[in-house]
Antibody
């Protein structure tokens, strides 16, 4: 079955590090870029960045550049989003999604993982 | 890039049609035909309903349709059903910086 599988929830204290995962199944992992999207509590969607699993080429949205790191492990068809020092304002649901496209740019996101709720609280 | 502008809420009665607008700029919606729409039901992950302005993925009801004029895209849902009640987000490709931007979301209430 084509799916992206994410862990349910993570709780950390401010200043701690965290790496959340997005396991891909049911398709060729290196063929499609993976995106990460943030949804803060009660708020809308924010595009964070995108990675090409084939060569790890990564592009970040400016607000997230330097704040998070996106990576992949091709051997286990898994993408990651990590923080070195969490802040309370990082509390949110983080979704991964596969990017599809019909041409050589643009595209849309399908499917989405079920999301990982990250809670940062002292 | 700024987020796209959507109405915060819309409502419609069962069987009626509604349209949700999504206003961007000449750098995103106005420049590319890469607008997509996502439905997010309560407590669930988003799911694509429309891509490339007006195309429906297989499995999405033909009651959903998309269009674009200038810097504004629109999602129309006809024959409203109770199951359509959800938040809807538009997204557009920008080509630079934040490569994609989302709208703030529109909550659809089916009366």
């Amino acid at each position: 079955e084509l799916q992206l599988v994410q862990a349910g929830a993570e709780v950390r204290k401010p200043g701690e590090s965290l790496k959340i995962s997005c396991k891909s199944d049911g398709y060729s992992f290196t063929t499609y870029w993976i995106v990460w999207v943030r949804q803060m509590p009660g708020k809308g969607l924010e595009w964070m960045g995108i990675i090409n699993p084939s060569d790890s080429n990564t592009k970040y949205s400016p607000p997230f550049q330097g704040q998070v790191t996106i990576s992949v492990d091709k051997s286990i068809t898994t993408a990651y989003l990590q923080w070195s020092s969490l802040k309370a304002s990082d509390t949110a649901i983080y979704y991964c999604a596969r990017r599809l496209l019909t041409g050589d740019r643009g595209g849309w996101f399908d499917p989405w993982g079920q999301g990982t709720l990250v809670i940062v609280s002292s | 890039q700024s987020a796209l502008t959507q109405p915060a809420s819309v409502s419609g009665s069962l069987g009626q049609s509604i349209t949700i607008s999504c206003t961007g700029s000449s750098g995103d919606i106005g420049r590319y035909n890469y607008v997509s729409w996502y439905q997010q039901q309560a407590g669930k992950a988003p799911a694509v309903m429309i891509f490339d302005v007006a195309y429906r993925p297989s499995g999405v009801s033909n009651r959903f349709s998309g269009s674009k004029s200038g810097n504004t895209a629109s999602l129309t849902i006809s024959g409203l059903q109770a199951e359509d009640e959800a938040d809807y987000y538009c997204s557009a490709y920008t080509g630079s910086g934040a490569l994609w931007v989302f709208g703030g979301g529109t909550r659809l209430t089916v009366l």
